[in-house]
């Protein structure tokens, strides 16, 4: 806590310099150019503060400033106008139409182009990337988003594989499959992965990084249900990234940074450029970044994670040494072959990584009232996850012949993300039309490299295709939307269909990626009623018990492959009334056809009062539901774990699977919820905005994996049996709507943004969230109550509640002053519990818990604008080289390596991370 004192320090200093500004009145009239006549609700600020007063009925205004040389009037419909102070007191703006009327902004969560987030009835945060992208430490999507949203969390999977080379996100500790992302207003497309481990233990997410940072104009977070508004997924909230328009400027930005011992290093190159089509506000901004991540060490000191068991002696990893085969002999082995212990070392917690993204934002009117758009882009991605390492005497995983000295297997993610949105927007006889087509697809190829299928003997490859998954989206909207000033203080009415459809495919692997080379037939010999023998078949059986597959991941089999879709029909209304100049209503509902399970009805309601003219209430009730991915119906796979140090083979059974079926786990489907919010908001002085909103999701029938069935349970079902003997597995997992859940908290969030005499600019930042899941009900199907313990177990049940951290607060302050520019942030991680299987005890696994405490993670930067186009910044993540608290093995277990920093309450554990950016716009 004494190293955030600075922090704090740096905030209050700016906050008391600004009481003693003085204060002045600006009075005036906003009229329209065309005829002269005044226009209510123009919104007028500062610039470089947040909004100000609007103007009244008759046109007026009256403002009050303390500092500031430019006046800012904007108005839907009307060209932005700018006005400079000068010493004026009188200031009367006369506004031109815009030459288009169909690119209003609406925030996430309403159809009113008049809302902003402090008059909406939903909590929204606006975030500017763009200011962001100069000054922070962080260049993703997800780690930007991380640092500065009070209910978003992201992490790389703590599964490893696959999912390790995304970074998927959650809002108010939910899944990452429980939020709907949204570009430009539109359906985002998912990843096709599965995530194994962390926040999306057998979910998909978004993959948010798929998106370059450099397109972005700023990202709305709707922090509510809105599933009647958006669709399935939509219970934690929404998420909307809204892309770059601007035009005859381009922007260019390059950061690098590295780790304490110069690992890690991350580079990350951004391109942006936009030109104008036609005269009528026409346009096309296109984004290009290239992206490197180097291979990371364990953070930590020098000997964390250090491998200390056998390397050499038989059943290295599964034992510790003994009398027979003691450490001396083990070390002069070591010695022997010219290595050390490092030899053995594992890699850190980012994977290496190389990323490409294309990404472009259109549109061109037609005619008046008329406009085409369009956005996509196009990400590839490289990133090598490595696995534990296959030490030389792991008989069962190595083999000396090929691999001497072991090997540290890798698999190679090759990830495609396409995307394509074209539409058209009109006005017909006052209603705004907007008829649109978004297409999306996600392709997961998997190559596992220094490698080997033990069980193949020396006949193994050492590099092999295990196969590849894709999903892919296809949306058709057709919306309208219009505003009735006369109804009351002004109703707006939106309604709309929709018709998506989603599709879902597994291609099978090389045979030597999943093939257990040891399988031989067995028969039996039975004989007639009249006495003649014949052979009947028993089955498989393996004869030299060493792991098939390729190591680190088994490939896809010819029996998982699958090629599935289905259709979504839905329609939907929306009504926004203004009851009074104080009073909001407003509500939704809409009805979805799924075309595999039937039909889903959803409902909003909310609303928001002024109390006075800087005080406001809101609420809101909301039912939701998530449709189980296909990837969830559908996914395969085999994969190796770790109880209590030991190795373990796996198989994720999909929920169409014999056995599956053979066990009694029913069939999944959808999520329901019913949530809501009660909140404030606040501008007791100008230019500081306060909100304060409580909420409670309640989840039934949430989607998840059971525990760990095991191969020595001789009562399961003879279609389970076979499936261990067919993927040399000894564990089993199914997917099922196993548990409930309620989730309640309350999140806060403070601006002040300020103006100093010299004319620097200041602004302070603070938000908070804190939340309690709790277990509300598990789902055990009929016949299994003796498995009570394995359909949901406890690492599931610590997933979901106690694996987020459930407190988390930043406090984040900028200054800039002629060529300099200074960020200052500290943020509060809260404590999560890791709990690990060490074993497959039936009836009840036993588990080993550690709590991880608290931490607080501090950034600084500060920038030098060298010209007036170029900008050089430096600064550090983790400034004070946090790292949490170092893993704590299980009592009696079997410690193999040294232990390392365990917690991941940030996202990732990278430690200090220094880092260097040149920025230029011309």
């Known amino acids: 806590m004494k190293k955030i004192i600075p922090v704090l320090l740096f905030f209050s200093f700016f906050y008391g310099q600004n009481l003693y500004a003085q204060r002045r009145i600006i009075k005036g009239v906003v009229t329209s150019a065309d005829d002269n006549s005044p226009i209510p609700g123009v919104s007028l600020r ?47 703006i006369s506004l031109k139409p815009s030459s288009s009327s169909l690119s209003e902004v609406n925030i996430v969560g309403s159809n009113n182009a008049n809302r902003t987030k402090l008059t909406s009835a939903n909590p929204v945060d606006i975030i500017d990337i763009k200011a962001l992208q100069e000054s922070a430490p962080q260049v993703t999507v997800t780690q930007l988003l991380q640092y500065v949203s009070p209910s978003f969390h992201s992490s790389v999977s703590g599964g490893g594989d696959a999912a390790s080379a995304t970074s998927t996100a959650q809002l108010r500790g939910l899944g990452v499959d429980q939020l709907l992302v949204l570009i430009n207003g539109k359906r985002r497309h998912k990843s096709s992965n599965i995530s194994w481990g962390g926040l999306g233990n057998g979910a998909t997410g978004y993959d948010l990084n798929s998106i370059p940072t450099g397109s972005i104009e700023r990202i709305e977070i709707l922090r509510d249900g809105a599933a009647a508004q958006y669709g399935s997924d939509a219970i934690a909230g929404v998420i909307n990234i809204v892309l770059k328009k601007s035009t005859d400027q381009l922007s260019l930005s390059s950061t690098a940074s590295a780790r304490r011992r110069g690992d890690g290093l991350t580079t990350r190159t951004s391109s942006n450029y936009g030109v104008k089509l036609g005269n009528k506000g026409g346009f096309l901004n296109v984004t290009g970044e ?125 990830i495609s993300d396409k995307s394509f949105a074209l539409g058209v927007k009109a006005k017909v006889k006052d209603w705004k039309v907007d008829i649109s087509n978004v297409y999306g697809i996600n392709d997961f190829g998997n190559v596992i490299t220094n490698s080997l299928n033990a069980s193949l003997g020396q006949r193994t490859p050492r590099k092999f295709d295990a ?49 257990k080379g040891d399988l031989r037939a067995i028969y039996g010999v039975d004989t007639t009623a009249g006495g003649i023998p014949y052979t009947t078949s028993l089955g498989l059986t393996p004869l030299n018990g060493l792991s098939p597959g390729s190591q680190i991941h088994a490939g896809f089999r010819p029996s998982n492959e699958v090629n599935v879709n289905r259709s979504i029909s839905a329609g939907y209304l929306d009504l926004e009334l203004n ?16 075309s595999d399970f039937g039909s889903v009805f959803t409902y909003k309601g909310a609303t928001r009062y002024s109390v006075t003219d800087w005080l406001g209430v ?46 009694g786990i029913p069939e999944l489907k959808a999520e329901r919820s019913k949530g809501y919010t009660a909140g404030l908001t606040a501008s007791p002085i100008p230019n500081v905005e306060l909100t304060v909103d409580a909420y409670q999701i309640d989840i039934k029938d949430r989607v998840g994996n059971t525990g760990r069935f095991s191969a020595t349970d001789t009562n399961l079902p003879a279609d389970v049996r076979a499936l261990f003997v067919q993927t040399g597995t000894i564990q089993a997992k199914f997917f099922y709507n196993s548990f409930s859940t309620s989730t309640k908290g309350i999140e806060l969030t403070g601006s002040y943004k300020f103006l100093f005499n010299n004319g620097a600019n200041a602004t302070f930042l603070a938000s908070a969230n804190f939340l309690d899941t709790k277990l509300t009900k598990v789902n055990t199907p009929k016949g299994l109550e003796a498995y009570r313990y394995i359909i949901f177990d406890e690492s599931e049940k610590a997933r979901v509640t106690n694996n987020i951290p459930s407190k988390k607060i930043t406090l984040q302050g900028t200054y800039n002053l002629d060529k300099f520019n200074f960020l200052v942030r500290t943020v509060y991680f809260g404590s999560v519990t890791s709990v690990s299987q060490l074993n497959a005890n039936f009836p009840k696994p036993d588990y080993y818990y550690q709590v991880f405490s ?28 946090v790292l949490g608290d170092y893993s704590i093995p299980a009592p009696g277990s079997n410690i193999t390596r040294n232990p ?22 011309f």
């Open 900 to 921: 390392g920093p365990g917690g991941t309450q940030a996202g990732t554990n990278t430690g200090i991370q220094p880092f260097v950016r040149l920025s230029a716009k």
């Open 290 to 414: 290239f992206a490197t991540q180097a291979v990371s060490l364990p953070v930590g000191n020098d000997d964390a994670g250090l491998y200390i068991g056998p390397a050499y002696g038989g059943g290295a990893n599964t034992r510790g040494f003994d009398q027979i085969y003691t450490k001396e002999i083990d070390d002069a082995i070591i010695a022997s072959r010219g290595i050390d212990r490092h030899y053995f070392d594992q890699r850190g917690s980012t994977n290496k990584a190389i990323d490409g993204l294309l990404f472009f934002n259109a549109s061109v009117p037609l005619k008046e009232d008329v406009e085409l758009y369009s956005f996509g882009g196009i990400s590839h991605r490289n990133s090598q996850f490595t696995a534990v390492y296959r030490l030389p005497g792991w008989t069962e995983r190595n083999n000396t012949f090929i691999y001497p000295d072991g090997f540290l297997p890798a698999m190679d993610n090759i």
């Open 618 to 663: 809101r609420g809101s009730i909301n039912t939701g539901f998530r449709a189980p991915d296909l990837a969830q119906f559908y996914y395969t796979e085999t994969s190796t774990t770790f109880q209590n140090g030991v190795a373990i083979d796996q198989v994720t059974a999909n929920n169409v699977n014999p056995a599956t079926k053979a066990l």
């Open 467 to 515: 196969g590849s998954y894709n999903a892919s989206q296809n949306t058709t909207s057709l919306d309208f939307s219009r505003y009735f000033e006369k109804v009351l203080k002004g109703l707006n009415v939106a309604f709309g269909g929709q018709y998506r459809v989603e599709s879902y495919q597994i291609i099978a692997g090389e045979e030597a990626s999943y093939s």
């Open 579 to 594: 009851v009074t100049s104080k009073w909001l209503l407003s509500g939704a509902v809409r009805v979805e056809n799924y």
């Open 46 to 92: 500062v610039k470089g503060l947040d909004e100000g007063p609007a103007t009244k009925e008759d046109g007026s205004y009256q403002v009050t400033i303390k500092n500031g040389r430019i006046l800012i009037f904007s108005y839907i419909g009307y060209e932005t106008q700018e006005a400079e102070i000068d010493g004026k007191e009188i200031i009367n």
């Open 854 to 881: 608290p931490i607080w993670i501090a950034d600084v930067s500060a920038g030098y604008r060298i010209t007036p186009s170029l900008l050089a910044t430096v600064g550090a993540n983790n400034l004070f080289n």
